[in-house]
């Protein structure tokens, strides 16, 4: 592989300015990961470390998940929303051996700590920033890879059904709606394993002073991070911070399964929630689109407004080349668009994917 690209050579803007944007053949390091293991450098990321006997109902009565039954070694994806329901941070949380680790978005650690901290009152807990960097080992072969790290293999992610709307009480058992396997690593940190769609994740949560020897002994190729978030766009999956707005309900970029648990106690928000999932239908929708017509070899920016005969209709998130499915974008639309409308989102015309 060549010589590292950063994100920030092409966006001095983007949140993930400070990492490898790719090492020289971005469609080269796809194809690595689609079919074989790479690394992903996803240092920016922020960690928290939360401590206390109060740590856990702390960040349940203040979020979407359902935390106080989360067990020593689970992970977990939980949400902070605004009083109206809105999305505002996105948290990894993983317990482990008495403490709560927490990663968010880069640029998001001192809003999030701020908010905790501001909520804490008399409550038992204390919260840090934590130095530990998050490195994502990727592919098909990752789950023999990490063998060499001296750990088993984590299990699959253990997901609850989202329930009809207008489901009975009792309908989601009390405990997290999405269970992450955990294991700890022989030189400190621990390995979280999830997946963006059919291609297994092991996110190597690692104390910085040492992840360069871990990351080694692994002798696996490096891969930027445009590959990592073309193989998150096909899957569907939405990044808060680039595929949501200001007014992102949860429901409306697929985060209910992962985050939020419907019949837990009170939170900020939490009536909206319940209001939109009980009515079924919210207002926008998470989308995939095909993009084609592109005049530069610039992809949409974010944020890119998307338009059906001249009437505004949604925004861009994430736009990525991937290295089977071609230019695609993840998109948050009105959900009376059909999928046969034709779109068009900056130089590009655009349609929805079928599936």
Not at 77 to 98: A, F, K, N
Not at 106 to 126: I, Y
Not at 261 to 285: D, F, M, N, S
Not at 299 to 328: C, N, Q, S
Request: charged residues 20%.
């Amino acid at each position: 592989m060549g010589t590292p690209v950063l994100v920030g050579h092409f966006d001095p803007d983007s949140p993930d300015a400070p990492v490898a944007a790719h090492h020289g053949d971005p469609l080269r390091e796809q194809r690595t990961l689609l079919t074989a293991a790479g690394l992903v450098d996803r240092s920016h990321r922020g960690v928290l470390a939360l401590t206390g006997p109060e740590r856990l109902s702390f960040l349940h009565n203040l979020t979407t998940q359902h935390l106080t039954d989360l067990a020593d070694g689970q992970g977990t994806r939980t949400l902070v929303l605004s009083p109206h329901g809105h999305i505002e941070h996105e948290l990894w949380v993983t317990e482990l051996d008495g403490t709560l680790w927490v990663d968010v978005e880069p640029g998001t650690s001192d809003a999030v700590v701020g908010f905790l901290t501001k909520m804490r009152f008399f409550t038992q807990v204390e919260i840090k920033p934590a130095e530990y960097a998050i490195h994502s080992l990727v592919g098909p072969a990752a789950l023999a890879a990490v063998g060499r790290l001296g750990v088993a293999v984590p299990a699959e992610p253990d997901v609850l059904p989202v329930p009809e709307p207008k489901f009975h009480t009792g309908a989601v058992p009390p405990r997290p709606t999405t269970v992450y396997a955990v294991a700890p690593l022989p030189g400190g940190g621990f390995v979280r394993r999830h997946a963006l769609g059919d291609v297994p994740v092991l996110d190597l949560v690692l104390p910085r002073e040492s992840a360069e020897q871990t990351l080694a002994a692994l002798e696996l190729p490096p891969a930027g991070l445009w590959a990592y978030e073309a193989l998150r766009a096909a899957a569907r999956q939405a990044r808060v911070g680039i595929d949501t707005d200001h007014r992102t309900l949860p429901s409306e970029v697929e985060l209910t399964a992962a985050a939020v648990h419907l019949e837990k106690g009170c939170y900020r928000g939490q009536e909206t929630v319940a209001r939109v999932h009980h009515l079924g239908r919210p207002p926008r929708a998470l989308r995939l689109l095909h993009l084609d017509g592109i005049a530069t070899d610039e992809l949409p920016a974010r944020g890119t407004e998307i338009t059906a005969d001249g009437r505004t209709v949604g925004f861009v998130g994430t736009a990525a080349r991937h290295a089977e499915l071609g230019p695609i974008a993840l998109a948050v639309l009105k959900r009376n668009i059909s999928g046969d409308t034709p779109l068009t989102a900056g130089e590009s015309t655009a349609a929805i994917d079928p599936d």
